[in-house]
């Protein structure tokens, strides 16, 4: 606890400001330039004294400078209390960016968050749930990577024509040796309760606010202490690190100059690269987190924002009621602007409706996939996974629903009609089944042979839940696609009366409805958590 040097009243940092102020004379001091109660002679200069609470469910470890702050309930499984353990004498950290965000500030970046997903559940809008959110310094280790020996990189020599046209490219090692320090801003948590899994989605902070840690800081605030073995961070660092190692070598005047004397090109691959690099942990620092958790029976979510820049990072379930209810409000539009179109145009039959519902069914069926990879790339933060909807899946839908509509309508020029039907319909579903259907299949294969190391507790169990549902999920698509790919031949070679038709049209609806619903429990179920119980041998999540 920090006191007012005029009346000796406690002081609170205060976020607008960036001042320590005081409520009851109402001065204002500089956080680095109050007497540190803590460190009354030199041997204690290294040290600062923490209040620490332990949650007796789970076994987080929550610490406060103010001796007087009985913290209310455990902000990582909302257990209802928090026991007082003892006083500590905690190393000082070698620095600390304090909070810029204030709490109204959290909130509203939090809501604008939150309304950007029109199918998350009201629940998670609900003032009194908002109002939770807790300051927390959350601790961070940076990791400097040391080059020094030989390196050797991949080069190519440029093409040579060989005879009978036929080119060959010769492929050398480039050796030097490399002696220099890697110092970017590679830096990780070391809270075993603060999941990476929502810490990497914060992004980074900015260094330049970096302050010297002063326990003032902490005042009014809660903080973590760090409690994991950064060793366990090095392999995960390294491939970050070797990217702009290489970059950093290839970029230097020696491997420059080797390249241009032997007339080479240096690989843009580094994968084959040799480059022997030392990951040493570096500083240790306290990051400002605003934090948030909501308990639903066993199940948990968290929200955290940023204490610096505003970014968000969040649990968001879905709310299934309102996927239904959209879905069921959209196909009554299209179902009805149908019945609408053939009452008022009697040369549309009936089988134009099963035509459009087909179609959109093989449409539907490719959105729903995408969302689920796009939602996995994200989560394990595979690239390859996360792709945007391709402007070309757009048009060539556009292009097989105009097809089925001419293939499926009468007119004075019945058969010109129908041709025109078949080539543009025809060329669309192709372009759908070769261009984006296809692929589609491909990567979803490729998700059962994804193996990541150095993953959260959360992205481990996001990725066995993907892997799981990747099984079931293949199965259904393969009987959507076959059925509307059927009901798309009985269109063109038989005539069936209108309720077969219409019948028809309601399975291929019925289809999409289920695995549209297969989606939703999914997204529900990898946006919640396990109860975490840290007490259990460092357990991230209690496995029982």
């Given amino acids: 606890m920090i006191y007012c040097p005029s009346c000796g009243a406690e002081l609170i940092f205060d976020i607008k400001s960036q001042m320590m102020l005081c409520e009851h004379c109402k001065n204002s001091f500089e956080p680095g330039k109050l007497e540190d109660n803590t460190s009354h002679d030199a041997q204690t200069q290294s040290y600062y004294e923490s209040y620490a609470y332990i949650c007796p469910s789970c076994g987080a470890d929550i610490e406060t400078t103010d001796k007087n702050d009985a913290v209310g309930f455990c902000p990582y499984c909302k257990g209802s209390s928090m026991i007082f353990d003892r006083l500590r004498r905690e190393w ?16 509203e970046l939090y809501c604008k968050e939150v309304k950007r997903h029109f199918f998350v559940s009201k629940k998670f809008r609900d003032p009194d749930l908002i109002e939770d959110f807790r300051a927390i310094y959350m601790p961070y280790s940076r990791f400097i990577g040391i ?17 009978d046209y036929n080119y060959r490219t010769n492929i050398y090692d480039l050796k030097g040796q490399a002696h220099f320090k890697v110092t970017e801003k590679i830096a990780h948590d070391a809270s075993a309760a603060f999941d990476d899994h929502i810490s990497e989605r914060l992004g980074e902070y900015d260094e330049t606010d970096i302050k010297n840690f002063h326990p003032a800081y902490l005042s009014g605030f809660y903080a973590e202490s760090g409690n994991v073995d950064m060793n366990e961070y090095i392999a995960f660092s390294r491939d970050e690190l070797a990217t702009r190692v290489c970059d950093a070598i290839k970029e230097s005047h ?5 390249a241009a004397k032997n007339d080479l ?27 948030m958790s909501y308990r639903q029976g066993k199940k948990i979510t968290y929200a955290a924002v940023n204490g610096q820049t505003g970014k968000v990072a969040a649990d968001l379930p879905l709310s299934p009621w309102k996927i239904l209810i959209t879905a069921l409000v959209i196909s009554a539009v299209i179902f009805g602007g149908l019945s609408v179109g053939m009452s008022f145009l009697p040369t549309i039959p009936a089988s134009a409706t099963l035509g459009v519902c087909t179609v959109l069914g093989l449409i539907g069926m490719y959105l729903v996939q995408h969302g689920y990879l796009k939602t996995v790339g994200l989560a394990l933060h595979q690239k390859e996974f996360n792709k945007k909807l391709p402007f070309g899946f757009v048009c060539n839908s556009i292009l097989a629903l105009v097809g089925i509509v001419l293939v499926t309508t009468d007119g004075t020029y019945t058969q010109l009609r129908y041709s025109i039907g078949i080539l543009i319909g025809g060329f669309g579903l192709l372009s759908l089944a070769s261009a984006y259907f296809l692929p589609q299949v491909t990567l979803g294969g490729k998700l059962a042979n ?9 992205s481990n169990g996001i990725l066995v839940e993907a892997k799981r549902f990747n099984i079931i999920n293949f199965i259904m698509r393969a009987v959507i696609f076959a059925t509307n790919a059927y009901f ?26 289920g695995l549209t619903i297969m989606h939703i429990i999914f997204q529900t179920k990898i946006a919640t958590r396990r109860l975490p119980q840290f007490n259990k041998k460092g357990a991230a999540y209690d496995q029982n």
Wanted: aromatic share 12%; with cysteine; proline share 5%.
């Fill in 92 to 107: 000082k950290p070698d620095g600390i960016v304090p909070f810029k965000i204030t709490k109204e500030q959290c909130k």
């Fill in 147 to 163: 080059v020094d020996g030989e390196v050797a990189f991949k080069a190519k020599s440029h093409e040579e024509y060989v005879g």
């Fill in 254 to 258: 020696e491997m420059k100059d080797a």
């Fill in 265 to 291: 090109m240096i690989e843009s691959d580094y994968s084959q690269n040799v480059v022997p690099m030392k990951i040493i942990p570096s500083n240790h620092r306290l990051f400002p987190v605003w934090f």
């Fill in 450 to 458: 994804v193996k990541l190391e150095g993953i959260s507790m959360q």
């Fill in 488 to 513: 798309i031949w009985l269109i063109l070679t038989t005539i069936q009366s209108n309720g077969v038709y219409y019948l028809l049209a309601a399975v291929s609806a019925a289809e999409l409805f």
